[in-house]
């Protein structure tokens, strides 16, 4: 699936106050949106040309444009409109238009007081959060890095079945089942609340998983800090995926992710992550216990604090 339509209601996104010699205005921002959509193939639904009041008429006018609920977006500003897409598959997101007060956007997946930062790609990861669509969020030479999905998980369990993966890390869990629901409540917190966590390394020549990558939230000394990870599958390693993975990730956490540092606990006796560590710019503090083992606590300053 992919989404090729945004339905809105011009009337509803109209800023202009009643002393503007102008009846209508639209934000900046909004305008650049609607101009540059059609060069991602997505069609432009105006509601008020339709005089669209139920959800009835809203299928009639989406089959007109020959598309279906479950490729569209709804971009609206008041709830009547929100409520048109209630109970399908048409992903809703809610304008805080200053001139419409009192709204309550119960419909809709967020919400969005200005569109200064709103681009397509803004659109499209709303939409496929709707329709639990992974997002692609890092892209190396070799590799993407992407939310997992369920349907990783066979490629995940082959690739902890090597001997030097849960070497030094804990495994997978050897109930499939237990599995897949840490992997729904995962990808319903973490991905869902911050917009990172572990993601799945792909390569892009093969489409084949090779690893996960990615920064976790971990409890140290009484406080939640922000913890880079990676594991790459044995015939990956020693090609320079992992350095090439978290480089990307680092300047990821450095401009998105709203910690000041980030964080590497390991074994002392995995000489490979200890150097990757040192390589990435990673200093070590100290020796820390963590879940009964002893680990090395390496720190890097993502940027500066003072």
């Known amino acids: 699936m992919k989404l090729r339509g945004l339905i809105i209601s011009l009337k509803e996104l109209n800023i202009a106050e009643d002393k503007d010699p102008e009846r209508f205005v639209m934000e900046d921002g909004l305008t650049e949106l609607l101009d540059s959509l059609y060069r991602y ?11 669209t009041d139920s959800q ?41 238009n200053p001139r419409i007060p009192g709204q309550k956007f119960s419909g809709a997946e967020m919400l969005v007081e ?58 997978l869990y050897e109930d499939r089942e237990k599995e897949e629901e840490y992997t729904r409540q995962y990808i319903r917190s973490m991905y ?11 390569e892009k020549s093969s489409g084949k998983v090779i690893g996960r990558a990615g920064l976790d ?18 015939e990956y390693q020693n090609q320079g995926y992992a350095t090439e993975l978290c480089q990307e990730i680092l300047k990821f956490a450095r401009e998105a992710s709203g910690f000041s540092a980030v964080y590497c606990f390991i074994h002392k006796e995995n000489e490979i992550s200890i150097h990757l560590a040192e390589k990435l710019g990673f200093i070590w503090q100290k020796e820390v216990k963590m879940r009964g083992k002893p ?6 300053q993502l940027y500066n604090v003072d």
């Open 295 to 300: 680990l090395q606590k390496y720190m890097k």
């Open 41 to 51: 193939g997505v069609q432009v639904i105006n509601l008020d040309m339709f005089k």
């Open 192 to 202: 869902g609340f911050y917009g990172y966590g572990m993601w799945v390394a792909q």
């Open 114 to 171: 200005g569109f200064d930062e709103v681009d397509f790609y803004f659109l499209e990861r709303i939409y496929q959060r709707k329709h639990g669509i992974p997002w692609t969020v890092i892209e190396t030479r070799r590799c993407i890095l992407r939310e997992t999905a369920l349907e990783d998980l066979d490629a995940l369990y082959e690739i902890y079945q090597g001997k030097s993966i849960t070497r030094y890390m804990e495994g």
């Open 217 to 234: 939230h971990l409890q140290s000394e009484g406080e939640i800090v922000l913890e880079l990870g990676y594991v790459i599958a044995e």
């Open 56 to 96: 009835e008429k809203l299928w009639a006018v989406l089959q007109l444009h020959q598309l279906k609920p479950e490729e569209c977006l709804l971009l609206a500003a008041m709830d009547r409109s929100l409520s048109l897409g209630e109970h399908s598959a048409l992903a809703c997101v809610g304008y805080v």
